[in-house]
């Protein structure tokens, strides 16, 4: 039978005597149901940072770009011009590999504004010496680049580096009140009184909002009705551009392990937590039953410790991924789910002159003529993901096969 929705104070119901500390950590414990929001249980235990304002920043970098692309074909083994799609890639003394045919290029100039490189064609086959020997390239050849190579008097490098990217988000301000009359407050019932219950009950309430704003936030700055400034959270599930996955359908088992090797687990760390909905489960169950070990993780501390069942997965490279489910994504977005690189993530708190807006409990907000009592749980977090590219998005799985997909 579906819950009865009130606007306003609650009367009668059930009750419950059990009340909960007010901290992250231990709001996963309230009923031992970490399924409900499988996320927010591990983003609790990831590092707390505090921001002195609502909108945080930080950088983001790379190395060096291995590969390039050829803008034109060049029909002769002895042109020393090659046209590029990204010039800043290449600076003198390097030494190039066309992928096709193994030749082996040395960067003498380049020339940014054109785009033309002047290379050494065939070095290796230079003097007899038994190397690759030049051959025509392809418009769109792909160029793999190495080292650079000196001579025995060499001089000085040009240098060549990268610029950090400025990445930010928004601490997002949440809050839900819970309100009792003073009768509310003095009824004591056979299985216990109505203010622990509902304490318990509005902390769930709470934990599951937060986990469906840090999945599926997105990041927004706007002036509300009222004249005040309100920012939203970018989720997780709206941070991953470059390794993204939309199946249509049935997930074959080559093709999930040709993903994981070659975009999600090529980035950052090669052990990843994969939020997955019930379709996604049910897709590795089907497709890879032989393959997949089940673990449980521990939450919370001491005699509140309780466990969420997970399933890992051992890709073809030696990385793995951690499945677990996550109910909203069942209940909401079923055939989606997200990789994450938890050592990336942080959770930003905006707290600054001695208020420290973590997830808390402010007793005593109601109105000075209210004989009840109101109080407010209240936070006010942001998502920091670190690189993008640490993170994977799979999208629109409807079933699982082995081996891979025909045609």
């Known amino acids: 039978m579906a819950a009865t929705h009130i606007v306003g104070r609650r ?5 419950s005597s059990r009340i909960i500390q007010n901290v992250l950590n231990r709001i996963m414990l309230l009923d031992e149901n970490i399924n409900e929001a499988a996320f927010m249980a591990f983003f609790s235990d990831v590092a707390k940072e505090t921001t002195p304002q609502e909108k945080f920043l930080w950088d983001t970098d790379e190395y060096l770009a291995l590969t390039d692309t050829l803008s034109a074909a060049v029909a002769s083994t002895t042109q020393e011009t090659l046209h590029v799609t990204n010039p ?104 216990g009184d109505e203010l622990p219950y509902q304490t318990k009950k509005q902390m769930a309430e709470a934990r599951m909002s937060l986990n469906r704003t840090f999945l599926r936030g997105e990041r927004a700055r706007y002036t509300n009705d009222d004249g005040d400034d309100v920012t939203l959270t970018r989720g997780i599930m709206k941070v991953p551009t470059t390794y993204t996955w939309s199946v249509g359908g049935t997930m074959n088992e080559y093709d999930l392990d040709e993903f994981l090797v070659e975009e999600g687990l090529r980035r950052g760390s090669r052990n990843k937590v994969w939020f997955a909905s019930t379709q996604q489960i049910l897709a590795f169950s089907e497709m890879t039953k032989d393959r997949i070990a089940y673990n449980m993780v521990d939450f919370g501390q001491g005699k509140k410790r309780v466990g969420i069942q997970v399933v890992e997965y051992m890709a073809p490279n030696g990385g ?44 005593d907000t109601q109105d000075k003529d209210d004989m009840g009592t109101v109080s407010t749980l209240y936070c006010d977090m942001g998502l920091e993901w670190g690189l993008e590219q640490s993170h994977f998005l799979v999208t629109n799985v409807e079933g699982g096969a082995k081996g891979r997909a025909i045609g």
């Not at 009367?11 to 009750?15: A, E």
């Open 11 to 15: 009367q009668y119901d059930t009750q």
């Open 88 to 191: 800043k890639y290449w600076i003198p003394g390097q030494i190039w590999e066309n992928k096709r045919t193994g030749e082996k290029v040395f960067v003498k100039e380049v020339n940014n504004s054109t785009s033309q490189i002047t290379v050494t064609r065939a070095v290796t086959a230079l003097n007899s010496s038994g190397g690759t020997a030049a051959a025509t390239m392809n418009n769109a050849d792909t160029m793999v680049r190495h080292a650079n190579a000196v001579g025995e008097n060499s001089t000085r490098q040009q240098t060549q580096t990268t610029t950090p990217t400025e990445v930010y988000n928004y601490c997002q301000a949440m809050r839900w009140d819970l309100s009792l009359s003073r009768r509310q407050i003095k009824r004591q019932y056979e299985t």
């Open 320 to 363: 793995a991924v951690m499945i677990v489910e996550d109910r909203f994504l069942s209940e909401a977005f079923n055939g989606d789910g997200v990789g994450c690189d938890m050592g990336q993530l942080k959770r930003k708190v905006f707290s600054r002159s001695g208020y420290d807006d973590d997830l808390h409990i402010i007793p």
